[in-house]
């Protein structure tokens, strides 16, 4: 007879489970993946390292699930923020300027998801989350293109194009050497300015109009 393990002991390991990826979470927020160690993590969480290869099978792992834990969070804002009544230049405009914003609320955990170098299986979780932004982005320049707002023969070339201008816009404020610039007291880009430029790039890419576009900026 196989030995089946209670609802009770199903519920307890999935409640651990859940504590381990939230305090890895918090790691990676801190200090990026470099400090999501299974040592630094055990401590946190408070077990023995060895009972963190209960849930995963490895660092790898481990850290492709934080990734697509914290990225489908800032998927599911953007979604949520595309959804916005509102016409397709004002809805991507909204969202690219809380994208901002989102990320540089939590600036470490945001340039890890962006651009730190990571495992390879953190790394396809990165290509596999690129595409679901592009998606989402992809029908709002549809829409746009309908409305005859946008401009773009090649709406999902267009969306990647978005996504990677989003990324480079905010790597170089959100990397470490600019947070050590700050650290310094040099002086340092900020959010608004940032975000307006990122949002009057975008725009204009997509051929809104251009006076709209300065309208539409924070």
């Not at 592009?134 to 978005?162: D, N, R």
Request: charged share 25%; proline share 4%.
């Amino acid at each position: 007879m196989a030995y089946r393990h209670s609802a009770a002991r199903i519920d307890r390991d999935q409640e651990q489970r859940e504590r381990i990826l939230d305090c890895a979470l918090l790691l990676v927020a801190e200090g990026g993946f470099a400090a999501l160690t299974m040592q630094s993590l055990a401590e946190r969480v408070g077990i023995a390292t060895g009972s963190l290869y209960r849930h995963f099978r490895g660092k790898g792992e481990l850290a492709a699930q934080v990734f697509a834990r914290a990225s489908q969070r800032e998927v599911d804002a953007m979604t949520a923020t595309l959804a916005l009544p509102g016409s397709a230049p004002e809805r991507l405009a909204k969202a690219l300027e809380q994208f901002a914003a989102r990320a540089w609320q939590s600036r470490r955990l945001a340039f890890a998801l962006i651009a730190e170098p990571v495992d390879p299986e953190v790394d396809e979780r990165r290509l596999a989350f690129r595409e679901a932004y592009a998606a989402q982005l992809g029908q709002v320049i549809e829409q746009g293109v309908k409305a005859g707002a946008f401009h773009a023969p090649f709406v999902s070339v267009s969306a990647a194009c978005l996504v990677g201008a989003i990324s480079e816009a905010l790597v170089g404020p959100l990397s470490p050497q600019a947070r050590a610039a700050r650290e310094a007291g040099e002086p340092a880009l900020q959010l608004a300015d940032v975000s307006a430029a990122l949002i009057s790039f975008c725009l204009r890419a997509l051929s809104a109009n251009t006076e709209r576009a300065e309208e539409l900026q924070p």
